[in-house]
């Protein structure tokens, strides 16, 4: 109950952040940060990082949630350690050497930036797929099967709605961490947010430098409310 | 009618679970497969619906064996109630019922008449008990749910693998009767697993006792493998009780010898469908002699200490490859 208040309160706390970043931004600007922390421009930086993150997240679910489901069938449950191993080396590797480890194959631009955060976002959410079907009791995975579902039935009926709450937690880490991450896309050219906090620190203009904090924050609070919310109600359909 | 040959389970290189079972079970009738764990009885159990395959040996449904029929398809005609029911905790009721009714295609509104009626059956008012889920239920109610479900494409073979041991002695006993109840009229052939000699004994028509190491020790009626035991082990597990147990399937019928002329019309009376366990607690908290057994008010005979020995030493001696028709749940 208390978490569903929440749920609906974000949205404005949200709001008013956003709103209080913009008058700060332009309040008592001059010229110079003016031209940098126009409305339109922000609202570009903002879409940039927001295309750098959905990209990148989608590609990670879309290789590492087929990459989980392998890893927990029986044939190929040994498949299982080294696949996380690969995973973990994605994730404990800095970004910023991902990103110039892919910078040297891709070059600059919206391309390198989306590898470097895809291989960074992997692991929560191969991680969590595995600990959310392997979660499944047996028991329960046996009854389908003696019941006479296909492994595909017993998979889509059974185990995936079983797992979804653990699976969703996934993949809003995974989403949450690449809000952040992706303030480092600017050091390849890809732009968003990141290029007002680096515009700032090399102007020694600190108004450019926390406009661009500020916004990745709360960018970072609304993606993790949006996936939130959606798991509420993806996991409430399925009480009623 | 399912028929075991040889059927034997090893798991690597080890021991047996299951080692040359050969057993038929009519169709119609319970059979229990009952014996201490490690007997292999749920091994034995899943070789019917292929959860288990067997290492050498088959297992036949009507003289066909299950290795050649698709496991998806066999599994659907075959009703399973499993230990702790394992009802999908997502589901509600309704639709945990509707299980293999949606699988087989069936349109909605068959699938909707067929989980009413089954609830009926069960004895959950559908409107009360349709959309709750399984956290929302009772031991016992979760248990009625799982048998509704096991029933609902109406499959001719039903297993069951500890279906009452998950709830209290109360509503496993309640449980019990209405699984006679239901056998009765439906009569499916049905293969129960059980480490309970009492519960076996009460719904079995008959009995596979298994051994560690999956031997089968004795398969016959309850009646047999109380009255003749086949093995040590056999007569170990049923226990010290099992004379007094011999008691509750025979009825005073069984014992009735005649009414002595001018008998004291004085001391306990029973119906001839009691069992002779009753009659034998009519005579220990009485002074009576006899006890005597009256049939809408016509005096049938008397029920004595004497009569009692008779009729167990009778019992045993008889043939009783077939069930008695006349026990007393």
């Known amino acids: ?240 | 009618m399912i028929r075991y040959e040889e059927a034997t389970k090893r798991y690597g290189g080890g021991p047996p679970a299951v080692d040359r079972l050969t057993l038929e079970v009519p169709a119609g009738q319970t059979c229990v497969l009952v014996g201490p764990s490690g007997g292999g009885k749920t091994t034995a159990l899943k070789m019917v619906n292929r959860l288990v395959e067997p290492t050498s040996g088959r297992v036949l449904i009507d003289g066909r064996d299950v290795a050649s029929t698709d496991p998806v398809t066999l599994r659907r005609g075959i009703g399973y109630v499993i230990q702790q029911v394992g009802l999908f905790p997502h589901l509600d009721v309704a639709a945990n019922v509707a299980t293999v009714p949606r699988l087989l295609g069936w349109d909605r509104r068959r699938i909707d008449a067929r989980v009413d009626e089954l609830l009926d059956l069960v004895g959950l008012e559908p409107a009360t008990y349709r959309h709750r889920k399984p956290d929302e239920l009772s031991g016992g109610q979760r248990q009625r749910v799982g048998v509704a479900r096991a029933l609902a494409a109406d499959p001719p073979i039903l297993l069951m693998d500890e279906p009452f041991g998950a709830v209290d002695p109360v509503t496993r006993a309640r449980l019990q009767d209405e699984f006679l109840r239901l056998q009765r009229t439906l009569r499916r052939t049905v293969v129960l697993v059980t480490h309970d000699i009492d519960e076996a004994l009460r719904l079995g028509d008959r009995l596979a006792v298994l051994a560690t190491g999956g031997r089968l020790e004795q398969y016959g009626t309850p009646a047999d493998v109380l009255a003749r035991p086949a093995t040590p082990f056999v007569a170990d597990f049923v226990g010290a009780g099992r004379t007094l147990r011999r008691l509750d399937l025979l009825s005073a019928r069984d014992a009735l010898s005649p009414c002595a002329p001018g008998a004291d019309a004085g001391g306990p009376v029973l119906p001839p469908t009691a069992s002779l366990s009753d009659a034998m607690a009519a005579l220990l908290t009485s002074d009576a002699p006899a006890v005597r057994v009256v049939e809408a008010g016509l005096p049938l005979g008397v029920v004595s200490l004497e009569s009692i020995r008779a009729a167990l030493r009778r019992d045993a001696a008889a043939a009783t490859d077939e069930p008695s028709g006349d026990r007393v749940s």
């Not at chain 1, 339109?40 to 590609?59: P, Q």
């Not at chain 1, 194959?105 to 930036?113: D, S």
């Not at chain 1, 329960?140 to 492994?151: C, D, L, N, T």
């Not at chain 1, 995936?160 to 952040?180: D, K």
């Open chain 1, 1 to 240: 109950m208390r978490s569903r208040l929440k749920l609906l309160m974000t949205p404005f706390l949200l709001a008013a952040g956003a709103v209080a970043v913009g008058i700060s931004a332009h309040r008592g600007a001059d010229v110079a940060e003016l031209g940098v922390l126009a409305t339109g421009t922000l609202a570009l930086r903002v879409r940039e990082h927001l295309a750098l993150c959905a990209v990148s997240t989608v590609l990670a679910v879309a290789v590492a949630v087929p990459a989980g489901v392998a890893a927990t069938r029986p044939a190929l449950r040994r498949l299982g350690p080294p696949l996380l191993f690969v995973a973990n080396v994605g994730q404990s590797v800095p970004t910023i050497a991902v990103l110039a480890l892919a910078f040297s194959v891709t070059g600059i631009g919206f391309r390198t930036a989306v590898i470097g955060l895809w291989a960074y976002s992997l692991l929560p959410v191969l991680r969590n797929t595995v600990a959310g079907l392997a979660g499944v009791d047996p028991a329960i995975v046996e009854a389908a099967r003696g019941m006479g579902m296909s492994p595909a039935q017993v998979l889509r009926r059974v185990e995936f709605p079983l797992a979804w709450p653990v699976l969703v937690a996934g993949i809003r880490t995974a989403a949450v961490v690449n809000v952040g991450t992706a303030a480092l896309a600017t050091f390849v050219g890809a732009g968003g947010l990141g290029t007002l906090i680096t515009v700032g620190l090399d102007n020694q203009r600190d108004r450019i430098l926390y406009t661009g904090a500020a916004l990745t924050a709360l960018l970072a609070l609304a993606v993790d409310w949006a996936i939130a919310a959606l798991a509420e109600l993806t996991t409430a359909n399925r009480r009623s």
